[in-house]
């Protein structure tokens, strides 16, 4: 009798855990906040009210990509296919923490039809810069690199194909220079009445100094 109480005490612990794991996985506890963004897996820091449907995300809220930039010192490229809503923003936020503070944030704002960028780190941030030949009613296709083995980190913007300092958008050596340099080894996005469909991170495509 003893051995039976024992092997029924054992079985009903079983069906419990049993149990509990399908609660968990009902739930979607674990799944909720996780998505992807084409290719590139996320998790959501800050809900806020993003859509997402089969071509992009919408809205206005933040992620945090699950392949990470790898060291804090690395140099990385960044291609966003975006588009904003009148005063809105799209912000890229490199070489972060998992919830994408500590990092170096490059911030688009559309203003009428006019595209202006920003860097911050920290509480500093720099002298915004307008893209006179960039239409912020358009989508747009850019491609950022981010030294962060630099200081300050050295940015670099393209909105074509050709990836050399004389035909960047940006570049924070001649222009106004970056706050500083971000101390992670995460990135992510934090839209605000924006639309993303592509975010890649790859190699940087500036090999010069």
């Known amino acids: 009798m003893f051995t039976g109480d024992k092997n029924l005490k054992k079985l009903s612990l079983i069906a419990l855990l049993v149990i509990a794991g399908c609660d968990k996985g009902a739930t979607g506890t674990d799944t909720a906040n996780q998505g ?26 933040s992620i945090a990509f699950k392949d990470p930039v790898g060291a804090i010192g690395a140099r990385k490229s960044y291609a966003l296919a975006f588009s ?71 940015v670099m913007i393209w909105s074509g194909k050709d990836y050399s300092a004389v035909n960047a958008i940006l570049d924070s050596e001649t222009d106004d220079a970056a706050p500083g340099q971000g101390r992670g080894t995460f ?23």
């Open 84 to 154: 904003l809503d009148d005063g809105g923003s799209l912000t890229l936020v490199a070489n972060a923490d998992e919830s994408l503070k500590n990092g170096l944030e490059l911030k688009f704002s559309r203003t009428g039809n006019s595209v202006a960028a920003a860097m911050t780190v920290g509480t500093v941030t720099s002298a915004a810069k307008n893209f006179v030949a960039v239409d912020g009613s358009q989508a747009l296709n850019l491609t950022i690199d981010i030294h962060n083995d630099e200081a300050p980190a050295h």
């Open 187 to 209: 990135w992510g996005l934090k839209l605000n009445q924006a639309t993303v469909t592509e975010a890649v991170i790859a190699a940087a495509k500036f090999t010069g100094e």
């Open 36 to 61: 992807s963004l084409g290719s590139s897996p996320y998790v959501t820091v800050d809900t806020g009210n993003l859509a997402s449907s089969g071509t992009g995300l919408k809205g206005q809220g």
